[in-house]
Every structure is written in structure tokens, then in C-alpha cells.
């Protein structure tokens, strides 16, 4: 029995390989599907496992970002966290925390970056006046592109 779901922008298989002697479901990512080694398929399995591979993921790819973009700001986030939104893929507020979805892993690394420098700009300024746009568009040119992506215009 074989799943798909979507990861990076794509829909992506999952193998399944059902091994009784694992009680602890492993998923893998190889090149161009997942690996999922359980006890048992069951839908409920296959999702926690899902969620906390995505959840991994976007932590280490955020915190990448983050690092990347950091030093053109002269202010640093003061915390970030991982959680589950339904309504948003980021949010920063006035203490500087920034909070990303893990659902990121759905959307292509673009628009991840888009995001996280979204949230990073807030930083600087907490609402969408012309000057945190000027900020966004000196840091990813073709935000709007990446945007477009979000609201599925592309």
C-alpha cells in the first residue's frame, strides 16, 4: 500500500514497507519519494510520521534561513517556534518572535524563503507599510512571484 503527499511544491509517493519489528515508524526522503518503514499501515501512523518529519524539516530549513539572512538586520528574532496554524504560515510579533508553520514543507523552498524573510522584516516593522515592503523587495526581488505561488495565482 503506497500514500502520496505533497512536500516542496510536489506531490511525492511514500513507499510503505510494513517490518513488525519496528514499533517507532521511520520515514525517509530519497531524492524523489519517501521511505516509510512501520509495524503496521495504518493512516494515523503514516500522518504523526509525516507531521514530524515536516516538522524537523522546517525547523532546520527556517533556522538555516534565518542564519543566512541575519546578519542584514541589525536586530535578532528572540525566539522561534514551530507550530501548527490554520490560518498562517508565519507570524512575528512585537517581542520578535517568529512562529512558522510546519506545513512550510508543502510549499517549494522559494516560498519558504519568502516567508521567513517576510517574518523576518516585521522585525524592523510590524505592519505592511511601503517601507517593509522596500525592505522585502531589496531582500527577495521576486517576492511578488513567490507570492502569487501562496494565494495559488501560479
Not at 530549513?61 to 508565519?90: C, D
Not at 518572535?97 to 522559494?110: K, Y
Request: with cysteine; hydrophobic share 40%; charged share 30%.
Amino acid at each position: 500500500m503506497n500514500k502520496a503527499v505533497r512536500y516542496l511544491g510536489k506531490t511525492v509517493p511514500i513507499m510503505i514497507t510494513i517490518d513488525e519489528t519496528v514499533k517507532t515508524p521511520v520515514l525517509n526522503y530519497k531524492e524523489d519519494h519517501f521511505e516509510l518503514t512501520m509495524e503496521a499501515s495504518k493512516d494515523e501512523l503514516i500522518e504523526k510520521a509525516v507531521k514530524s518529519y515536516y516538522q524537523k524539516f522546517v525547523k532546520k530549513t527556517v533556522n538555516e534561513m534565518i542564519a543566512k539572512y541575519q546578519p542584514l538586520f541589525k536586530v535578532k528574532p528572540r525566539k522561534i517556534t514551530i507550530e501548527t496554524s490554520l490560518t498562517k504560515w508565519g507570524t512575528c510579533n512585537s517581542n520578535r518572535d517568529l512562529m512558522f508553520n510546519w506545513q512550510l514543507a508543502t510549499v517549494p523552498l522559494e516560498v519558504i524563503e519568502y516567508i521567513v524573510v517576510h517574518e523576518m522584516c516585521h522585525m524592523d516593522h510590524m505592519n505592511h507599510d511601503r517601507s517593509f515592503w522596500r525592505l522585502v523587495g531589496k531582500l527577495v526581488p521576486d517576492y511578488k512571484v513567490r507570492e502569487a505561488w501562496l494565494k495559488g495565482d501560479i
